[in-house]
Every structure is written in C-alpha cells, then in structure tokens.
C-alpha cells in the first residue's frame, strides 16, 4: 500500500500575535544572531493555543513526526518546548541550519536605520554586511533541504520513518526556504509572507517526490 506524501511543517517563532512574541518584534527591529527571549505574553499565548495546533485529531501529531529541526536562538527553543508541552516530545536536534539570516552589521536595527546607512539595501539582493550573503544563505538552505528530502524519500521509498518534519525557526529564513523548496532563486522569498503565528505546510505534488510544493501558508495566522 502506498504511503501518504510526506510533509514539512514551518513554525515561525518570531510570534507576535499568535504563538509569542519578543521585545524586539515588537519594536520591528532585525533579529539574527541576537539571542532575545519571548516576552511573558508571548509565552502565555503559546500556552493557550498550542491544543488547537498540537493533538490526536489537530494538524500537527506527534506519532507522525519523525524529526524536528529547531533554531538554537532561545525565542526558537522556547517555542518548540512551550508548544508541545504537555505531549511526549518528538525527536529533535538543535542546529545552526535553520538560524536566522545573519544580518551582521544590521543586527538589531529597524529598517528606517537601516537605510540611514544604505538607502538602497534590499536583504534579497544584497545581503548583509559583515553578516550572510544572499550566496550564505542560499547555501546553508538548501543544504537542509537535502536533508529533509533524503528523510522524505526514506520515508517515501523505502518504509523508514514517519511521515512529517518540522522547522522551527524564523521570518526571513523561512519565506528564504519556501522559495528554495519549490526551485525559485531564494530573492523571490520576499513574495512569500510569512505572518506572525503561522504554520506553513510543504509537500509534494502528483506523488512525486520531484515535483515540492507549497500547500499551505499563514495557517493559525492571526487567531485570537
């Protein structure tokens, strides 16, 4: 019999409406390598949404996921544990491969500070000084794609695993990976919104483990 088609699931942390929020996205600055924690608020929202997310019957189970891939900045990690609170934790690693962009010289900046500095930097494009590359990035992205497609053909091929992966990470380098996933150059990323709160859902196509796709985006998005 033939096996359902594999999914990844993207978890934004940067929350500031639904699953939390941080201090600095709230006050809209950039936040790469800066390790910021989620405000008080933005845990209690986490709490008192996670049973619309997590469960037997809900979008994401816990005997279906294989691996979970988390950012190891604590507003990530505390996200990933808040949220399946309660459950027995599916397996996860911590990595440096689903970080946020590094937005060097920018870290920490609002953009209208930004482009105090350079007036026609575009982070698709250009990059950020002293940080990542657009080059970087692409790089280290679809090195994780690799590598959730080689547990997906597992999986797909071979009867080894379960179905579903998890990302949780952060805003740029998620809509930077929903344009990889789907084969587009990762600057067509700024077309893809990725709100606050949300869960985006990729799979494939056809059944074909050649053709990914983005089924779903900004699910639980903006939710009270």
Known sequence: ???????????????????????????????????????????????????????????VQVPNICHVLVSPRQRA???????????ELPSYETTEAVREWDY????????????????NWVIWTDGCPNGESV????????????????????????????????????GHFLRAFISRWVGFPLCLGTHFNVEPASIAMLTYQHNNLAEPSLTALNLFAFSD
């Open 104 to 119: 060097g010289d920018y870290d920490g900046l609002k953009i209208n500070e930004i482009k105090a500095k350079n007036p």
């Open 1 to 59: 019999m033939s096996r359902p088609m594999p999914r990844l699931f993207l978890i934004r942390h940067e929350l500031t409406w639904e699953l939390g929020e941080t201090e600095w996205t709230i006050n809209g600055r950039h936040t790469g390598r800066s390790d910021i924690p989620l405000t008080e608020n933005g845990v209690k929202i986490i709490e008192n949404n996670r049973h619309r997310i997590v469960g037997p019957d809900k979008l």
């Open 135 to 170: 080059e970087d990035i692409t790089k280290r992205i679809d090195e994780t794609i690799e590598k959730v497609r080689e547990y997906h053909r597992q999986y797909k091929e071979e009867s080894i695993g379960k179905r579903d992966m998890m990302i949780v990470a952060h």
């Open 77 to 87: 990690q505390k996200t990933f544990f808040t949220l399946f609170e309660g459950q």
